[in-house]
């Protein structure tokens, strides 16, 4: 089992960066296919990016290619998101997520075994 606790969101201009990470407690995070899920107001909770246990593998939604940048640093139990250029319509609470199976890479919330709280990130245009 796997604890997770988001940072870094907040309030950023338009065309600005942030950088999200999200830190895990155990002793088996670098075992877990790791990914970041969104949430705007109203809406579903959307896939953003996903990386595989070792870190060299990736994936990303169409609208996150090119301006996020997934990464995991294993010895600090650390996942993190990139990114830049954000856009009003990247306003949301962002989650990070676990998924135990080791498996393909997934964008399916389902997959995911453990969630955090998430945090959120407000973009103003």
């Known amino acids: 089992q796997v604890q997770l606790v988001e940072s870094g969101g907040g309030l950023v201009q338009a065309g600005g960066s942030l950088r999200l990470s999200c830190t895990a407690s155990?002793?088996?995070?670098?075992?877990?296919?790791m990914g970041w899920f969104r949430q705007a107001p109203g809406k579903e909770r959307d896939f953003v990016a996903a990386?595989?246990?070792?870190?060299?593998?990736?994936r990303y939604a169409d609208f996150a290619k090119g301006r996020f940048t997934i990464s995991r640093d294993n010895a600090k139990n650390t996942l993190s998101l990139q990114m830049n250029s954000l856009k009003s319509e990247d306003t949301a609470v962002y989650y990070c997520?676990?998924?135990?199976?080791?498996?393909?890479?997934?964008?399916?919330?389902?997959?995911?075994?453990?969630w955090g709280q998430g945090t959120q990130v407000t973009v103003s245009p």
């Open positions: 155990g002793r088996t995070f670098s075992t877990y296919n």
């Open positions: 997520a676990a998924d135990s199976r080791r498996s393909a890479l997934s964008g399916t919330k389902g997959r995911y075994d453990y």
């Open positions: 990386i595989n246990w070792s870190g060299g593998s990736t």
